[in-house]
C-alpha cells in the first residue's frame, strides 16, 4: 500500500496509507461524518494494517471527543496542536510589503513538485507532507484552492485553502526558510482570507503546533485569536 486508499470496515471508513513516505508506519484517518469510529471497527482495521506490513499507526488530528475507540484500543499522545480562529465579518488584514519579484499565484504544471521541496525545507521530518497527504489536504473540504508564492520559476511558498459551507480551514502553509521575514507567509495568509471571504465564509480555522511560536505570531498578527479548542495526534504500535 504506497498510496493512500480507503478501507471500509462495517460502517467506518478510513483513509489509510504510509505516513509521510515511512514504509512502516501507516497514516490513519477517519471518514465517518463525525469521526468517531466503533471499537471493533478500528480494532478490525489495525489488524489489516498490521497484516500489510506495517509496525505502528499514527492518526489524523482528531478533537478529544472522537477520541474515544482510540483510548479504548490502547492509543496514546503524539502530539497536540493549538486551533485559532478568524472571524471574518470585519476582514482588515495589515498591510504586508512582499519581497521584491515574489508573486501569489495559481499553480502551474510541476510547482506543487517545488511546493512538497518547500514543505520538507519548512517542517520537521513527522509534520512533511508527501504527494498522497498534499491530496489528502486539497481534499478534505468540498472546495478548495491551491496558491503559490512565486519567485520567477522558484516556488517559495505555498498555501491550500477549503471550506465547507461558511465555514473556512487554512489546510496548509509553508514558506521558504532561506527567504524568512520577506512577507510570504502573510501574503499567502491574506490572500486566502479574502478568497474565503469573497465566498462568504464567516470563520477561518487553523490549527498549529503549541510550540511553534512563529506561526502562532503570524497568524495573531493577522487577526487570529487562539481558541480552547485542540486537536490531538494518536499513536500506537501495533502487533
Known amino acids: 500500500m504506497r498510496t493512500?486508499?480507503?478501507?471500509?470496515?462495517?460502517?467506518?471508513?478510513?483513509?489509510?496509507?504510509?505516513?509521510?513516505?515511512?514504509?512502516?508506519?501507516?497514516?490513519?484517518?477517519?471518514?465517518?461524518?463525525?469521526?468517531?469510529?466503533t471499537t471493533e471497527g478500528l480494532r478490525n482495521c489495525l489488524s489489516q494494517l498490521s497484516d500489510k506490513g506495517y509496525s505502528s499507526v499514527v492518526t489524523a488530528a482528531l478533537h478529544p471527543s472522537e477520541a474515544g475507540a482510540f483510548d479504548q484500543l490502547g492509543f496514546s499522545e503524539l502530539d497536540r496542536l493549538l486551533v485559532l480562529a478568524h472571524?471574518?465579518?470585519d476582514l482588515n488584514p495589515p498591510r504586508r510589503t512582499l519581497e521584491r519579484g515574489i508573486r501569489v499565484r495559481q499553480p502551474l504544471p510541476g510547482d506543487r513538485s517545488k511546493a512538497l521541496e518547500v514543505d520538507h525545507r519548512a517542517f520537521q521530518p513527522m509534520w512533511r507532507l508527501d504527494r498522497s497527504s498534499l491530496r489528502d489536504a486539497e481534499s478534505a473540504t468540498p472546495t478548495s484552492r491551491t496558491r503559490v508564492a512565486a519567485h520567477g520559476t522558484s516556488v517559495v511558498g505555498y498555501a491550500v485553502t477549503g471550506r465547507s459551507g461558511r465555514q473556512g480551514f487554512l489546510q496548509r502553509l509553508a514558506a521558504e526558510p532561506s527567504h524568512a521575514g520577506s512577507g510570504i507567509g502573510s501574503a499567502l495568509v491574506?490572500?486566502?482570507?479574502?478568497?474565503?471571504?469573497?465566498?462568504?465564509?464567516?470563520?477561518?480555522?487553523v490549527n498549529t503546533q503549541f510550540d511553534n511560536h512563529r506561526a502562532r505570531q503570524l497568524y495573531l498578527g493577522l487577526g487570529f485569536r487562539e481558541t480552547p479548542t485542540y486537536l490531538v495526534v494518536l499513536s500506537r504500535s501495533l502487533p
Open 4 to 37: 493512500r486508499q480507503t478501507l471500509s470496515v462495517g460502517k467506518d471508513r478510513f483513509r489509510v496509507g504510509p505516513w509521510q513516505g515511512a514504509a512502516d508506519v501507516a497514516y490513519l484517518a477517519v471518514s465517518n461524518d463525525p469521526p468517531r469510529p
Open 87 to 89: 472571524d471574518l465579518e
Open 190 to 205: 491574506i490572500d486566502s482570507l479574502k478568497w474565503a471571504t469573497r465566498h462568504n465564509v464567516r470563520r477561518m480555522l
